[in-house]
């Protein structure tokens, strides 16, 4: 079934049916004041941190889905109907009552219709502050004046910490109050506090509104709802009158209600604004939208902002699906994640209070091609994150300190240990932003380890491969330690990983080029060894003819033969072989092979095959799943990605395009009611083959997917390879795609690119024609660039 569409125009997704399978969000904000809203304005907002700072409540995994949210409730008082600006929570009968939902880039536009008057609500966080506007617009179409009450509602939290407002009762129902003043409700917490008092202090939020003055109010939650009633059906609404009850040792809220005549034809417009301001400051904030048209205005700032971002790179192929996500969504969902890694969603509640090292260092790599400045400021941030031993802090907080954090070494410690696979994602994101950017300088600035000391980021790097070195099992490949890519595989402190052995292999190879280009000779020959080294033990110890082992246990066991009972192919070592350019051409193609026989699906490759069920071994934490789910069989999108990228490395297009399809949301627009998430939004992981629910995705937006699957498809089925002198241009692409453009945005020039493939090929490039001038092969020299280029290349 089709519940919405793409309108690439706008650089929107348009939901036309608002009963949608599962709730479908949006991101508003920044990581100063973030917010996440559904289709029916379901969700929540925050200061800095879901967990720490959360403002208004959202119910997670509830019966009645995705409740509460920002609310707006109509009245019409001459007959006592009433209904909401989204179809939830009254949710009207769909045959009487129409709905949009216009998710954009950084903004929600929800607009509705019953009884012929028309509401449009018009959610967004203005760039760069600390506050939300919901600009709501009320027209008559009714050939008779019509008498309304509108009400504004959000539920406050008690508490900023969502744990404790949760849980702590007996603690947060009795710190809070509300006021009225001024045409707002403020709430205060912990009032009485004015310096800290076990880590408190007072703390003040606010929801008003603007352009309209408020007839009456509610600020205590359970006295708008009224007793045995919820969302759907609050007293207050149906009543048509708030009592003016403020909070006091209950539940706060902010409702604000509105009383307004239109004559036919008419429109009001009002704006209700909502955050973490005491009354003066919400006062001034309150003041500046006076004026209502300053909400267009910061509208355009948010278009202008984001689409200046996305398009540094816009594509037209004969997909447009395809356009659709790599144009907009997929590029949209890799700034999400780069901003909030796994902190804030509808499935994670925000108590991830940071980032996790190899996680945000993989998410950069999705932007570096839109944003290479934003990406060298994260990148800088996370290689402080690194310890002085060369390994990467788990997690680094929001709030971290370089130079004074403890570290896994330390006995207070409190997070995981050290993951095998942390620091050695520095490698390919470094390159990729050298590389997009020219800035091999950037090699040579000092920045601080973690926990003590500093040094060049050529340093770290070193540090990085060291850190592998000097953690090894008996074999002499990495050990897998904590975890390696998979949280789930623990083999065993002496226990080794293929991925992390082709992960350190790859980033030798790419630490050998830059040690050379420095003149580094000594380590250029120690890595000559090393390499050789490794190479030798995968070819001897985990190639098995036709595939590549998954490990080797401590006890030397090896995990992912093909002689197992369960798990005896893994998807991530045939790609990473690829990747990594430690297996010869036969194997790679060999391995690939297997991995299409056996391992792929109409929904993606699942991550291995059979799941656990009956043979797994300790360390294998995947069978605490169900067969067919997340690590254990399922579809882990994240390595769809790879997957892609292997296969167009390889010039096989066909298969990187259709593991590119499998894998798309967009391409399950009209089959959501399987999908149930975006169509617009890669999730965590698909249920496989054996589930009944198989094609279901489950984990919605915070997800490496986006990164991994952007790089393979730019890097990879559009063959976009920088280099510190140019950019090679490869694509790897469907047999039947006779011509397609990219438009690339390359060290501040710009570049049209139109590829022609009149003979059907699938990979590789043959010629150029840059301006005019022809050049053999694919690659093309900064040299050679104006401030605007026309570029034909010819597969």
Same mark, same amino acid.
């Given at each position: ?241 708030? /009592? ?17 005549? +239109? ?46 971002? +996305? ?39 925000? &108590? ?85 950017? $020219? ?49 789930? +595989? ?54 098995? $003819? ?27 070592? /045939? ?47 995947? &069978? ?24 167009? &490395? ?26 149930? +998430? ?23 937006? &915070? ?93």
């Amino acid at each position: 079934m089709n519940y919405g569409y793409f309108d690439g125009e706008n650089k929107e997704y348009v939901i036309t049916k608002p009963n949608t399978p599962a709730p479908w969000a949006n991101y508003l904000g920044s990581p100063e004041y973030g917010a996440i809203i559904s289709n029916n304005a379901g969700g929540y907002s925050f200061v800095k941190s879901g967990a720490n700072g959360r403002i208004i409540r959202y119910r997670f995994n509830a019966i009645n889905m995705d409740q509460p949210g920002r609310y707006i409730y109509l009245r019409d008082n001459d007959n006592g109907d009433y209904w909401s600006g989204s179809w939830q929570p009254v949710g009207k009968p769909l045959d009487k009552y129409e709905n949009q939902c216009h998710h954009g880039t950084a903004y929600t536009n929800i607009k509705s219709k019953y009884t012929n008057i028309k509401a449009e609500t018009l959610y967004y966080v203005p760039l760069d502050k600390t506050y939300e506007v919901w600009r709501v617009k009320v027209t008559n179409e009714d050939t008779k004046v019509r008498n309304l009450s509108l009400y504004g509602y959000v539920e406050f939290s008690n508490e900023n910490n969502y744990e404790q407002d949760s849980v702590n009762l007996q603690y947060t129902q009795y710190i809070t109050k509300t006021y009225f003043r001024n045409n707002k409700i403020i709430q205060t917490i912990n009032e009485n506090v004015k310096q800290s008092v076990n880590g408190s202090t007072g703390k003040e939020r606010f929801f008003g509104v603007a352009g309209a003055e408020v007839a009456a109010y509610e600020g205590d939650r359970d006295t708008f709802v009224g007793e045995y009633r919820n969302y759907s059906n609050p007293i207050a609404v149906e009543s048509g009158k708030c /009592q003016k009850v403020l909070n006091y040792n209950t539940n706060s809220c902010g409702a604000l209600q509105i009383d307004i005549t +239109l004559n036919p034809g008419e429109t009001k417009e009002l704006a209700f604004v909502l955050g973490a301001h005491n009354d003066d400051a919400s006062s001034k904030i309150l003041a500046s939208y006076e004026d209502l048209s300053q909400v267009e205005k910061e509208l355009q700032e948010l278009k202008d902002y984001w689409h200046g971002k +996305l398009n540094n790179f816009q594509i037209n192929t004969p997909d447009e699906n395809f356009n659709h996500m790599i144009n907009t969504w997929n590029s949209y969902q890799c700034f999400i994640t780069f901003v909030w890694s796994r902190a804030a969603s509808f499935q994670y509640c925000g &108590l991830r209070n940071g980032y996790g090292f190899r996680d945000t260092v993989q998410d950069i790599q999705g932007i570096i091609h839109l944003a290479p400045e934003l990406a060298l400021e994260k990148i800088k941030f996370m290689i402080s994150g690194q310890v002085d031993n060369g390994g990467g802090l788990p997690l680094v907080k929001f709030d971290h300190n370089p130079g004074h954090e403890m570290t896994p070494d330390d006995p207070a410690y409190t997070y995981d240990r050290y993951r095998a696979d942390d620091a050695l994602w520095l490698f390919p994101t470094i390159l990729k932003y050298i590389n997009e950017t $020219g800035n091999d300088d950037f090699l040579d600035e000092v920045i601080p380890f973690a926990n003590k000391g500093e040094a060049t980021v050529y340093e770290h790097l070193k540090r990085a491969i060291n850190f592998s070195m000097e953690r090894q099992g008996n074999n002499g490949m990495p050990a897998g330690l904590h975890a390696d890519w998979n949280d789930c +595989l623990r083999m065993g402190a002496k226990g080794e990983s293929t991925f992390v052995a082709f992960q350190l292999y790859y980033a030798m190879a790419i630490l050998k080029n830059i040690a050379t280009d420095k003149k580094d000779d000594a380590y250029v020959a120690y890595l000559d060894e090393k390499l050789a080294e490794l190479k030798e033990t995968m070819q001897t110890k985990c190639w098995e $003819g036709d595939q590549f082992i998954r490990g080797i246990r401590e006890d030397g066991i090896v995990v992912g033969s093909k002689n197992d009972p369960e798990a005896n192919l893994w998807l991530n070592p /045939q790609s990473w072989a690829v990747i990594s350019g430690c297996a010869d051409k036969e194997q790679c193609e060999k391995a690939l092979d297997k991995v299409y026989e056996r391992l792929n699906t109409p929904y993606g490759a699942v991550l291995l095959d059979p799941p656990y069920k009956d043979h797994a071994f300790d360390g294998a934490l995947m &069978l605490l799943f169900n067969p067919s789910t997340k690590e254990n069989g399922g579809i882990f999108s994240q390595s769809q990605g790879w997957i892609i990228l292997a296969e167009a &490395l390889m010039g096989r297009g066909n298969k990187a395009f259709e593991y590119y399809r499998e894998c798309s949301p967009a391409e399950m627009n009209d089959n959501a009611e399987v999908r149930k +998430l975006e169509p617009y939004a890669h999730g965590q992981f698909i249920e496989a083959k054996e589930s009944p629910f198989q094609g279901r995705a489950h984990v919605h937006w &915070l997800t490496g997917t986006a990164s991994t699957v952007m790089v393979g498809c730019v890097e990879g089925i559009l063959g976009m390879r920088p280099t510190v002198d140019g950019l090679n241009i490869s694509p790897s692409v469907p047999s039947d795609w006779k011509e397609f453009s990219i438009f690339k945005s390359f060290r501040g020039k710009k570049l049209n690119i139109l590829v022609k493939n009149p003979d059907g090929k699938e990979g590789g490039v043959r010629e150029l024609i840059v301006n005019g001038e022809k050049v053999e092969g694919s690659f093309l020299p900064v040299s050679m660039l104006k401030e605007e280029n026309e570029i034909i290349a010819t597969m």
